[in-house]
């Protein structure tokens, strides 16, 4: 079965960027076609960043209200996708999850990583 | 966009009891774009329900899914001890491609 790890810096500066990696293992990332970014702000509900596609040219899909702070990024060779969020403020303090997409649905989902946006 | 609004905001019942959660969309949903998580207090969501009415693997079937149009439901047949938790609706759609209702948190009574 599919397994998702997110790592990255716990802690980041006020107008910095937020770095995430999502490692897959237990199959090859590119047995899924799409794989996303959701967070989580602590004590609130979700809501999905972004994802990207593997097939063709890599194209990702954002979150309009992110779109213009959000890089998603895939390396096949290190079977791992990535996630960049820069101009950070304390609003994007959250736990960030990676997921693969299922039937227009989050199949597989990774146990997260909280990220502390303080100086 | 297509606001997604769940009722109750939180539910309390007995195990053996049954639990109908409700997620109301402010336009319709086409039935394959609707579907329900699972999210204990320091754990991931869990995929439950998928194209309305559609089991995910490994999940029992007290776990149902049904409706149509705007008007979506989770029923939880007989609740187990485990299955107290906070559930959510999702819709996949246009701008954002998924977005969330607000989440039912499903307690003890």
């Known amino acids: 079965q599919v397994h998702l790890q997110e790592s990255g810096p716990g802690l980041v500066k006020p107008s910095g960027t937020l770095s995430l990696t999502c490692a897959v293992s237990g199959g090859s990332i590119s047995s899924s076609n799409w794989w996303s970014w959701v967070r989580q702000p602590p004590g609130k509900g979700l809501e999905w960043i972004g994802q990207?596609?593997?097939?063709?040219?890599?194209?990702?899909t954002y979150n309009p209200s992110l779109k213009s702070r959000v890089t998603i990024s895939v390396d096949t060779s290190k079977n791992q996708f990535s996630l960049k969020l820069n101009s950070v403020t304390a609003a994007d303090t959250a736990v960030y999850y990676c997921?693969?997409?299922?039937?227009?649905?989050?199949?597989?989902w990774g146990q997260g990583t909280l990220v502390t946006v303080s100086s | 966009e297509i606001v997604l609004t769940q009722s109750p905001d939180t539910l309390s019942l007995s195990p053996g009891e049954r639990a109908t959660l409700s997620c109301r969309a402010s336009q319709s949903v086409s039935s394959n774009f609707l579907a329900w998580y699972q999210q204990k207090p320091g754990q991931a969501p869990r995929l439950l329900i998928y194209?309305?009415?559609n089991r995910a693997t490994g999940i029992p079937d007290r776990f149902s899914g049904s409706g149509s149009g705007t008007d979506f439901t989770l029923t939880i047949s007989r609740l187990e001890p485990e299955d107290f938790a906070v559930y959510y609706c999702q819709r996949f759609g246009t701008s954002p491609l998924y977005s969330f209702g607000q989440g039912t948190k499903l307690d003890i009574k």
């Open positions: 997921a693969r997409n299922g039937d227009w649905s989050l199949e597989y």
């Open positions: 990207i596609y593997l097939g063709g040219s890599g194209s990702t």
């Open positions: 194209g309305t009415s």
